[in-house]
Protein backbone atom coordinates (compact mmCIF):
# COMPACT_ATOMS: atom_id res chain seq x y z
CA UNK A 1 0.00 0.00 0.00
CA UNK A 2 1.63 3.30 -0.73
CA UNK A 3 1.33 5.84 1.40
CA UNK A 4 3.24 9.28 2.03
CA UNK A 5 3.01 10.87 5.88
CA UNK A 6 4.02 14.42 6.70
CA UNK A 7 4.97 15.75 9.86
CA UNK A 8 6.82 18.69 11.53
CA UNK A 9 4.37 21.54 11.01
CA UNK A 10 3.17 23.93 13.60
CA UNK A 11 3.13 27.34 14.47
CA UNK A 12 5.70 29.32 13.52
CA UNK A 13 7.22 33.23 14.41
CA UNK A 14 7.32 35.65 11.38
CA UNK A 15 10.91 35.06 10.27
CA UNK A 16 11.60 31.73 11.91
CA UNK A 17 12.11 28.52 10.57
CA UNK A 18 10.07 24.53 10.29
CA UNK A 19 11.30 21.32 8.63
CA UNK A 20 8.67 19.49 7.69
CA UNK A 21 9.40 15.43 6.91
CA UNK A 22 7.21 12.89 4.47
CA UNK A 23 8.10 9.15 5.06
CA UNK A 24 7.02 7.16 2.22
CA UNK A 25 5.60 3.60 2.40
CA UNK A 26 4.93 0.58 -0.21
CA UNK A 27 7.46 2.36 -2.24
CA UNK A 28 10.80 2.99 -2.82
CA UNK A 29 11.33 7.30 -3.75
CA UNK A 30 14.92 6.48 -4.86
CA UNK A 31 13.49 5.97 -8.55
CA UNK A 32 10.76 8.99 -8.32
CA UNK A 33 10.70 12.47 -8.65
CA UNK A 34 9.39 13.99 -5.09
CA UNK A 35 7.36 17.12 -4.91
CA UNK A 36 6.00 19.51 -2.03
CA UNK A 37 2.57 21.62 -2.71
CA UNK A 38 0.72 23.89 -0.45
CA UNK A 39 -2.57 25.16 -0.21
CA UNK A 40 -3.19 28.39 1.67
CA UNK A 41 -6.45 29.43 3.34
CA UNK A 42 -9.24 29.95 0.47
CA UNK A 43 -6.73 29.30 -2.00
CA UNK A 44 -5.98 26.55 -4.69
CA UNK A 45 -2.84 23.88 -4.26
CA UNK A 46 0.16 25.49 -6.06
CA UNK A 47 3.50 23.38 -6.27
CA UNK A 48 6.35 24.71 -3.97
CA UNK A 49 9.49 23.04 -4.27
CA UNK A 50 10.23 19.24 -6.69
CA UNK A 51 13.48 17.35 -5.95
CA UNK A 52 14.56 14.89 -9.28
CA UNK A 53 15.97 11.42 -8.98
CA UNK A 54 19.29 12.52 -9.63
CA UNK A 55 18.92 15.40 -6.72
CA UNK A 56 18.14 18.57 -8.65
CA UNK A 57 15.54 20.87 -7.14
CA UNK A 58 13.41 23.67 -8.29
CA UNK A 59 11.32 26.48 -6.63
CA UNK A 60 8.24 28.15 -6.99
CA UNK A 61 9.92 32.03 -7.39
CA UNK A 62 7.77 33.26 -3.71
CA UNK A 63 10.24 30.33 -1.53
CA UNK A 64 13.11 30.51 -3.87
CA UNK A 65 16.24 30.91 -1.40
CA UNK A 66 14.63 30.28 1.57
CA UNK A 67 13.04 27.03 1.27
CA UNK A 68 14.98 23.80 0.49
CA UNK A 69 13.62 20.18 -0.76
CA UNK A 70 15.75 17.54 0.29
CA UNK A 71 15.50 13.89 0.01
CA UNK A 72 17.16 10.70 2.14
CA UNK A 73 16.23 7.45 -0.09
CA UNK A 74 17.86 5.47 2.73
CA UNK A 75 15.55 6.63 4.79
CA UNK A 76 12.75 6.80 2.32
CA UNK A 77 11.90 10.45 3.44
CA UNK A 78 11.40 13.70 1.87
CA UNK A 79 12.43 16.67 3.53
CA UNK A 80 11.35 20.69 3.25
CA UNK A 81 13.53 23.00 4.95
CA UNK A 82 11.89 26.56 5.40
CA UNK A 83 13.66 29.64 6.81
CA UNK A 84 12.52 33.13 6.67
CA UNK A 85 8.77 32.44 7.09
CA UNK A 86 5.96 34.18 5.85
CA UNK A 87 2.49 35.09 6.42
CA UNK A 88 1.96 34.20 3.06
CA UNK A 89 3.56 30.71 3.96
CA UNK A 90 0.34 29.90 5.93
CA UNK A 91 -0.92 26.57 4.11
CA UNK A 92 -1.45 22.86 4.43
CA UNK A 93 1.71 21.36 3.31
CA UNK A 94 1.45 18.16 1.11
CA UNK A 95 4.21 15.90 -0.19
CA UNK A 96 3.57 14.80 -3.51
CA UNK A 97 4.84 11.50 -5.30
CA UNK A 98 3.46 12.15 -9.03
CA UNK A 99 4.20 8.84 -10.90
CA UNK A 100 2.56 7.39 -8.14
CA UNK A 101 -0.30 9.30 -7.85
CA UNK A 102 0.23 9.55 -3.86
CA UNK A 103 -0.73 12.42 -1.59
CA UNK A 104 0.27 12.57 1.86
CA UNK A 105 -2.66 13.78 4.47
CA UNK A 106 -0.68 16.96 4.66
CA UNK A 107 0.23 19.31 7.36
CA UNK A 108 -0.45 22.59 8.44
CA UNK A 109 1.71 25.01 8.81
CA UNK A 110 0.75 28.44 10.62
CA UNK A 111 2.61 31.53 10.35
CA UNK A 112 2.10 34.05 13.17
CA UNK A 113 2.55 37.64 13.50
Known amino acids: QVQLVESGGGLVQLGGSLGLSCVAS????????MRWYRQPPGKERELVAT???????DYVESVKDRFTISRDNDKNTLYLQMSSLKSEDTAVYYC???????WGQGTQVTVSS
Open 96 to 102: NAPRRGA
Open 26 to 33: GFAIRGYN
Open 51 to 57: ISVGGST
